[in-house]
């Protein structure tokens, strides 16, 4: 069990010691949730930001070559982070329906480390390793394994 860890009164982290997915606890990840999901909006908008200034006419070859790199990265990061909104919507979503913090294929507990570390994370350790080393008999989705 771990101490209570409060720096100040505004200031709450989850502890192993109180009940899974208590108030204090889907408050907390609510708030991270949030604050992950205007992280990612910030880095969408810098990313059109950049995508509608780069130089699309360059006369050398190379500089053509590395704005069109450029492009690519930038669109790739768009991409990615506007995946990574629409799986912290989905775990906002999780947290009004009550299921938030419980593997989808188990029912287990996910587990505070890795909801700290992944906290729109779907699954459980136990069930992630299972389906990894093929222990699992069942068919997975890449979006189910990373909604």
């Known amino acids: 069990m771990t101490q209570v860890l409060q720096l100040s009164s505004d200031k709450y982290y989850p502890l192993d010691n109180e009940p899974y997915m208590s108030d204090g606890q889907l408050a907390y990840f609510k708030c991270k949730l949030m604050q992950r999901k205007d992280e990612l909006r910030n880095k969408i908008s810098n990313s059109i930001k950049k995508i509608k200034t780069l130089e699309a006419a360059q006369a ?7 704005a069109y790199m450029d492009l690519t990265l930038e669109v790739k990061s768009f991409e990615r982070h ?51 080393a093929g222990q699992g008999n069942m068919f997975i989705s890449k979006q189910t394994l990373y909604s």
Not at 60 to 65: A, E, G, Q, T, V
Not at 89 to 94: E, I
């Open 60 to 66: 050398d070859l190379l500089d053509r070559s590395n």
């Open 82 to 132: 506007s995946d990574m909104i629409v799986q912290v919507d989905r775990a906002l979503a999780r947290i009004d329906d009550g299921s938030f913090g419980y593997c989808e294929l188990t029912g287990d507990e996910i587990g505070l480390r890795r909801l700290e570390a992944i906290p729109f994370a779907t699954l459980s350790i136990k069930a992630l390793e299972e389906f990894e």
